[in-house]
């Protein structure tokens, strides 16, 4: 009977373990990215880009999706805010031009609680 290649964690290869762990670490850091936008967009956008009712409901649910959140999950989703932080509030360049203009006192708490992680505790 012809063996798995991956039968048991023997045939794994350190480097390929590294690669593994690697492309993991991509993949929870993308779908954090994608979570950030659509929190985003979830408690920020207005009605004319997405309904009321369902910005509500969603926003109703974080609590569980908190929750549901992998320490991992909760990590890459915070250093995605921070990131994010950076980017929005940076000081002006060199011609004069910030984003953090644009930014509400709301959307700097939110960005804040995201970062540091303290809305884990708020919502979750």
């Given at each position: 009977?012809p063996?798995l290649?991956?039968q048991?964690?023997?045939?794994?290869?350190?480097?390929?373990l590294?690669a593994?762990k690697s492309h993991g670490?991509?993949?929870?850091?993308?779908l954090?990215e994608?979570?950030?936008e659509?929190?985003?967009?979830?408690i920020?956008?207005?009605?004319?880009?997405?309904?009321?009712?369902?910005s509500?409901?969603?926003q109703?649910?974080?609590?569980?999706?908190?929750?549901?959140?992998?320490p991992a999950?909760?990590?890459a989703?915070?250093?995605?805010a921070?990131e994010a932080?950076?980017?929005?509030l940076a000081?002006p360049?060199?011609?004069g031009?910030?984003?953090?203009?644009l930014v509400?006192?709301?959307?700097r708490?939110?960005?804040?609680?995201l970062?540091s992680g303290?809305i884990?505790?708020?919502w979750?």
């Open positions: 009977m063996r290649l991956f048991n964690s023997r045939h794994f290869s350190l480097p390929l590294r593994l670490d991509i993949r929870i850091k993308t954090a994608l979570s950030f659509y929190l985003w967009l979830v920020f956008a207005g009605e004319d880009v997405i309904d009321p009712d369902y509500v409901k969603c109703e649910s974080l609590s569980e999706y908190f929750s549901a959140m992998t999950e909760k990590e989703l915070s250093t995605v921070l932080q950076a980017r929005l000081e360049d060199k011609h031009y910030t984003p953090r203009k509400t006192e709301e959307q708490a939110f960005l804040e609680a970062a303290d884990f505790d708020q979750g």
